[in-house]
């Protein structure tokens, strides 16, 4: 198939959409059905975050002036705060993808993902949130993310996340992406490396300033996935534990810089030498009116990835724009995403461009139609189908 042909294709799916689709929707996962309020209220669309739904999940899920005692039951302990209905919602992904050039080119990968979410107060201050995938691709994927977090630590700006995450979150949250399209160079693992910036085990510090809207973000972490335990029951493949550093800057509420910083070690099964492995970079974000901008730089370096090969150098870009054209009461939303990686290995050099839209049926009910250009290998990428969360 052409490009002129795809761009067609997509062009006529959107404007088709935009005519045939009803006007009204309503939407109640977990978080709407208990505090009865609308999606629009946390995401724009689901699941991208607006600032409240950041603030929300700092809270611990919880809206504090809304919290009731009649929502829990204490049965007069007041060291007992159970949920009096347990939150529980289900989100489910189905797609058409058209590869170029593939043995099988035409898939339907219906249902994509199904994942089962749960999150909420465990008490004052503490929550908990995770997702078990009970079909990633056709597999039972099992926990992603899954951590409990304990806000305004001693009465300060402090909270702390313990448990299973992505080290990216801090950067732009890959679950939360509208493109079926990934951000490459978190997941990029150079050579025989098994570090990069997707799911890991262990802690995370979150602070604000905010007399001068400062965020910092600090982690430690095995430093190899989220791996099954080994036959001694431990986690961690290797004595070393690897550490990650964010701080954002917010400049007049409509813009932030970011610096990040990463360094880990570790060692092969059956080998003696060590990879050290280092990651660095800046990334922006800036809103004009219904524009909103994100852009990711990262430098990688790993010292040993393959035997007798090392200092290799990677570098990687993720730039991305979203526009809604009625702000977040937007029913279409447009996005391109530009992902670009080069390594010193050539194998894992990476370059794409997509272009994006959204229509939403309901606020829990979103129809996507994609065209991803592979401008390294020349090939096109086409897909239709939806995210719906209930």
Known sequence: MKIREVIFLFLSFAFLVSLLLPENGDAIPAFAR???????????????????????????????????????????DNLLWLNRTFPIAVRFDAYGVYEQDREVDKDIQTPWGVKLLSGGPLYHNIGYYFYFYLSERGEVAGIEDAYVQFSKVFGSNLAIMVGQF??????????????????????????ESGIDLTYDRGLMFVYGVEQTGTDLVAMVVNGNGKGEADSLGKFDND??????????????????????????QEKYIGETEKNKVTYFGPDVNFTLGKLE?????????????IADVHDVETNGIVAEAILAPQKDKSRFYLTGLYNYVDSDLDEFDFETATLSGTYLVARNLRLTGEFTRDIKNEKNQFVIGFVSAF
Request: net charge positive.
């Open 166 to 191: 992505q080290t990216s979150d801090p950067l732009m949250k890959r679950e939360l992406r509208l493109t079926f399209e990934d951000y490459q160079i978190y997941k990029t693992k150079i050579g």
């Open 293 to 305: 901008f994100t852009g990711q730089y990262l430098h990688r370096k790993d010292t040993n990835p």
């Open 34 to 76: 208990r505090y009865k309020i609308s999606c629009t209220t946390c995401h724009a669309p689901i699941p991208k975050l607006k600032p409240y739904g950041d603030e929300f999940a700092g809270n611990g899920f919880v809206i504090p002036e809304e919290e009731k005692e009649r929502d829990y039951i204490t049965a007069g």
């Open 239 to 264: 004595n070393f534990k690897n550490f990650g550093f964010r701080i954002k800057q917010g400049i007049g509420g409509i813009a932030s810089l970011g610096g990040f910083v990463y360094y880990g």
